[in-house]
């Protein structure tokens, strides 16, 4: 997969991604099909876990409706839920 953004671990500077406010509408349609091509097949899904206060992304198969990955992994959110009950805080 190619796109003309810097690859993450590279060393480029911040000036390779653009500045805060330097946005354009040809960036904003660069970057979304950098994304639509990054996660072709694929859809992502969030919801919040208010009782472990936590954001879970899941990303899931756009034909089958599988989750593919989950982050964070429901044994963490268990785990979290374990801790709170443990501490009364739940």
């Known amino acids: 997969m190619?796109?003309?953004?810097?690859?993450i671990s590279s060393t480029a500077s911040p000036a390779a991604y653009g500045s805060a406010g330097s946005g354009t509408q040809a960036d904003a349609r660069?970057?979304?099909r950098f994304l639509d091509n990054a996660t072709a097949g694929t859809q992502l899904k969030f919801r919040v876990e208010?009782?472990?206060g936590?954001?879970?992304v899941q990303v899931?198969?756009?034909?089958?409706?599988?989750?593919?990955?989950?982050?964070?992994?429901?044994?963490?959110?268990?785990?979290?839920?374990?801790?709170?009950?443990?501490?009364?805080?739940?």
């Open 2 to 7: 190619s796109s003309s953004f810097p690859p």
């Open 30 to 32: 660069s970057l979304q």
């Open 50 to 52: 208010s009782d472990v």
């Open 54 to 56: 936590r954001v879970i």
């Open 60 to 90: 899931l198969d756009s034909q089958s409706g599988e989750v593919v990955r989950q982050i964070p992994r429901e044994e963490a959110i268990e785990l979290a839920r374990a801790a709170l009950d443990q501490r009364g805080a739940r």
